[in-house]
């Protein structure tokens, strides 16, 4: 896990993601993904607390953003609530799960 760390830029998201600010998140992720020191992104779910359709587009577009840059983009500490998302719209077959991490304070 120590390499993923050192190489992936990791994002901690937090309450919903929705149509009010998928937008706002989608180009936060972009911007991530795009700087040339990253290797990819890392985007910890642990605090999200609700997730619609305009936020798993955001979500989608970071991913295409991700491939099409040759990065690694990968979801974490996803919430039960929100796993259930994914796999009613089978998007646990498309996005790479890493698990639970915890970030560390410094």
Not at 30 to 54: F, K
Not at 64 to 72: D, E, G, N, T, Y
Not at 81 to 103: C, P, R, Y
């Amino acid at each position: 896990m120590q390499s993923i760390q050192s190489a992936l830029t990791i994002v901690q998201l937090s309450g919903a993601l929705n149509a009010a600010n998928a937008r706002t998140l989608q180009a936060q992720l972009v911007e991530h993904i795009t700087a040339d020191h990253s290797a990819g992104l890392m985007v910890d779910m642990s605090g999200v607390e609700s997730l619609d359709s305009a936020g798993l587009v955001a979500l989608i577009s970071a991913l295409r953003m991700a491939r099409s840059l040759s990065k690694r983009f990968c979801l974490c500490s996803v919430p039960p609530s929100i796993q259930i998302v994914f796999e009613l719209t089978q998007l646990d077959q498309v996005f790479e799960f890493a698990g639970d991490f915890a970030v560390k304070a410094a």
